[in-house]
């Protein structure tokens, strides 16, 4: 079965604190995977996309990584801003049509 | 970039009453829009696919009639909830591919559906 797990599944660090959230997949045919941010009360933000093992990508503080198991998302000297959800979601090929599938999320604290 | 529009982002409504909810892509045709219901703390659960011109697709165990999808433009989606009761109420999100935007998906602003 196509899975999508994230951990923590919460996190508080200090500002300043450097650290990395998780995201393992078990998919067969991953045609991308996702990471989102979502703030309490609001649709997701769309952070990166990675398609292939290797890959990395970046804005500001956060760096995204990917593995042919697992992603990473980075996030470096956090602020108290960088509060929020993150989530991963793989997108597959189910049924004919392309789904993303999300993990559980990782609820990030930052504190001043 | 994409922008994906939600109304309403918050509703009311009596036990037994109908709700529709609207999806909108403001700056880009979307022939497939997406439908999401997300529970407190808990992520995203895909419900359906919304076809432009075309039937939606349900995922297994969302119930079709209850939760109704029209998709009668290629920058309109609509959900409607009928014959709504408590246990609807949820976070009704939905989302829309930009086939500019390096392949990401746009999301809505989200529903906040209470059933009283």
Known sequence: EDQVTQSPEALRLQEGESSSLNCSYTVSGLRGLFWYRQDPGKGPEFLFTLYSAGEEKEKERLKATLTKKESFLHITAPKPEDSATYLCAARLPIQGAQKLVFGQGTRLTINP | ?116
């Not at chain 2, 659960?45 to 009639?65: F, I, R, W």
């Not at chain 2, 959900?79 to 246990?87: Q, R």
């Not at chain 2, 976070?91 to 746009?106: E, Q, V």
């Open chain 2, 1 to 116: 970039g994409a922008v994906v529009s939600q109304h309403p982002s918050r509703v009311i409504c009596k036990s037994g009453t109908s709700v529709k909810i609207e999806c909108r892509s403001l700056d880009f045709q979307a022939t497939t829009m997406f439908w999401y219901r997300q529970f407190p703390k808990q992520s995203l659960m895909l419900m359906a696919t919304s076809n432009e011109g075309s039937k939606a697709t349900y995922e297994q165990g969302v119930e079709k009639d209850k939760f109704l999808i029209n998709h009668a433009s290629l920058t309109l989606s609509t959900l409607t909830v009928t014959s709504a009761h408590p246990e609807d109420s949820s976070f009704y999100i939905c989302s829309a591919r930009d086939p500019g935007d390096m392949g990401g998906y746009t999301f809505g602003s989200g529903t906040r559906l209470t059933v009283v």
